[in-house]
């Protein structure tokens, strides 16, 4: 998925220069009304810009870019309730809930090594 948006990236970033700031506010984890704000763009055009760069509506970016970054820190073994905060969620309910929704498995089920069938 990272490469799929960063290849999206490469082919928007000249089409629209607004493209990596969006890209590096949300991932700061700026609020979209703040990334916008910074831009001088409405709410409205900054989804429409997220949208064509990313293939996603800038709340949607901000939810993988934020699950990204805990599947990181839970695979290097923090554990799972500071996963949480310093991944930006406001609790480890938060986090297992939009891993979840995300992917479809627990974030211990993204993490744990898979085991074979006997």
């Not at 082919?11 to 009304?33: E, H």
């Not at 901000?62 to 991944?87: H, M, S």
């Given at each position: 998925?990272?490469?799929?948006?960063?290849a999206?990236?490469?082919?928007?970033?000249?089409?629209?220069p607004?493209?990596r700031a969006?890209?590096t506010?949300?991932?700061?984890?700026?609020?979209?009304?703040d990334?916008?704000?910074?831009?001088?763009?409405?709410?409205?055009?900054?989804?429409?810009r997220?949208?064509?760069?990313?293939g996603?509506a800038p709340?949607?970016?901000?939810?993988?870019?934020?699950?990204?970054?805990?599947?990181?820190?839970?695979?290097?073994?923090?554990?799972?309730?500071e996963?949480?905060?310093?991944?930006?969620?406001?609790?480890?309910?938060?986090?297992?809930?939009?891993v979840?929704r995300?992917?479809?498995?627990?974030l211990?089920?993204?993490?744990?090594?898979?085991?074979?069938?006997?």
């Amino acid at each position: 998925m990272r490469s799929a948006v960063r290849a999206r990236l490469a082919r928007s970033a000249a089409l629209d220069p607004a493209t990596r700031a969006i890209a590096t506010g949300l991932r700061k984890g700026r609020t979209v009304a703040d990334v916008a704000w910074s831009l001088g763009l409405s709410e409205r055009q900054l989804q429409r810009r997220s949208v064509t760069a990313f293939g996603y509506a800038p709340k949607t970016l901000q939810r993988i870019v934020r699950f990204q970054c805990a599947l990181r820190l839970a695979r290097a073994g923090v554990p799972l309730a500071e996963v949480a905060v310093t991944a930006g969620y406001t609790d480890q309910a938060h986090l297992s809930h939009d891993v979840k929704r995300l992917s479809g498995v627990s974030l211990r089920g993204l993490v744990s090594p898979v085991r074979e069938l006997a």
